[in-house]
């Protein structure tokens, strides 16, 4: 493993790399499907890329076709995960997924096709849903569109109607996204309505998640779980609405009927160098007889420096996410239903729930579409009755009485090289020291991970 990280490194030669998450892609969307090449009609546009036949294939009057794919291999070595708690502290292992997708337009109709064969090798004790699903669909769907303007276009009026399997990403991804980092992204079975009005968006929904099965074609939609909503864009102004049902739910050591509501805001944007992005939410309603009031605030604000080499780009983010104050009558722990997959960074072994934490990040251009970036996060719990969870939600660890707040901090360091316009080469380096709550509450070991990935999307 550190030879190929060796190798990584020095392949990288020294153009300013492009500045984002290292979670995210290296080109194109995660989601495919809102992806417009309707422009390559015209010969004159195109610059000669060999995937440009495969982006607009005429198919005989208004009908044309466009045809994607992405192979990405990830490695990720950890040492004492969960601190040293995990039912394989110390394990390495390899992600392997092939996601090819057909886009099919024929004037307002349009069918959506994205097959997906993700394989785990190595996973101790065994791999999850998240890890492998072997052959199955990933995206499947049909939608018509009135008016004129396309889907997510908001310079134009129409509606697009849509039913069938979808990702979906919301903003930033915080309560609902495409959980792309890990190896079996996250879809949902449903209708969707997308409306544009001169500036404005507007996207309705009501879904169900796809659960992942460990054999090919047996993802199936969860029976228990149910999402719907609305969520409007203006500008640099979000707001939204979030309807969650789960029948299944757990929280505080009890099961039973969930129903929750959530209220939001986003406010984002970016003038002189400067850029910022702050969202707040409320949730209410019920679980197994008691009344949820939870909340949370995000922000982020930072600045690139143009006029510097390498164009550094520095970032702070503070984020308080409720938990529960007391056990019985009143359920605070806020609930981040379907987040991106890896929340904080690479290595998130902490989720958005009865949390406070602080993140400063700097990314910063090498040359030759190299970037790199380096952060540390700082948690502490919200509330001291309430424990710890991971992304998906699950108890990490129990309050059992702890007293301390403080969770532990972490620095993460991420290398990237855009070796083509399709290629990506990266590799991250993390550590997580535990902090006085992990020490109260059992094993306490300092947790490390490595991880390699190549990625080809076209």
């Known amino acids: ?12 030669s020294p153009a300013v790399a492009q ?6 892609p290296p080109t194109l969307t ?20 060999w995937p440009e036949p ?24 950890f040492q004492n995960n969960l601190w040293g708690g995990a039912d394989a502290p110390n394990d390495s292992y390899q992600w392997i997924r092939l996601v090819p997708s057909a886009d099919i337009h024929v004037g307002r109709f349009r069918a959506f096709v994205q097959p997906i064969a993700a394989y785990a090798i190595g996973v101790a004790p065994s791999a999850g849903p998240v890890d492998q699903t072997r052959l199955d669909l990933l995206q499947g769907f049909a939608d018509i569109r009135f008016g004129e303007a396309r889907t997510g276009d908001a310079d134009g009026t129409g509606i697009t109607l849509r039913a069938g399997r979808q990702m979906i990403a919301l903003g930033t991804e915080r309560l609902i996204g495409t959980r792309y980092g890990p190896n079996v992204p996250l879809a949902f079975d449903g209708f969707r309505a997308l409306a544009s009005l001169n500036g404005t968006k507007l996207s309705m929904f009501a879904v169900r998640p796809v659960q992942p099965g460990s054999g090919t074609f047996d993802d199936r939609r969860s029976r228990a779980k149910l999402l719907w909503g609305a969520y409007a864009n203006r500008g640099g102004l979000d707001l939204y609405y979030l309807g969650y049902r789960n029948q299944q739910a757990r929280s505080g050591g009890l099961t039973g009927s969930e129903r929750r509501h959530t209220l939001g805001a986003r406010f984002f944007g970016n003038q002189s160098g400067w850029h910022w992005n702050v969202e707040g939410a409320y ?18 604000f930072g600045h690139r420096f143009a006029s510097i080499a390498g164009q550094p780009d520095a970032v702070m983010r503070f984020n308080v996410v409720s938990g529960d104050k007391r056990p019985g009558g009143r359920l605070g722990t806020f609930n981040a239903m379907f987040p991106k997959g890896k929340y904080f960074g690479e290595l998130s072994p902490v989720g958005p729930y009865n949390i406070v934490s602080l993140n400063p990040r700097v990314g910063m251009g090498l040359g030759s579409n190299v970037s790199a ?6 948690y502490w719990r919200y509330s001291r009755r309430d424990g710890i969870y991971d992304v998906p939600g699950n108890l990490v660890r129990a309050a059992d009485g702890a ?56």
């Open 30 to 49: 995660t989601t495919r499907y809102d992806e417009d090449w309707s422009s390559l009609a015209d010969v004159q546009r195109r610059d000669g890329r």
């Open 403 to 458: 007293t301390a707040k403080f969770i532990g901090s972490e620095a993460e360091a991420t290398l990237a090289w855009q070796a083509t316009p399709e290629l990506e080469l990266s590799t991250s380096m993390s550590v997580f020291g535990p902090g006085r709550f992990i020490k109260q509450t059992g094993a306490s070991r300092t947790i490390g991970m490595l991880g390699l990935e190549a990625n080809f999307r076209f």
């Open 283 to 300: 949730q209410f309603g019920r679980f197994s007889g008691e009344t949820i009031s939870a909340w949370t605030v995000g922000t982020e």
């Open 373 to 378: 970036s380096i952060a540390s996060m700082v």
């Open 19 to 24: 500045q984002r998450e290292a979670w995210e």
């Open 54 to 77: 495969l982006k607009y294939i005429p198919l005989g009057g208004a009908a044309y076709a466009t045809v994607g794919a992405e192979l990405r291999v990830r490695d990720e070595s």
């Open 1 to 12: 493993m550190r030879r190929l990280v060796l190798a990584a490194l020095a392949i990288s």
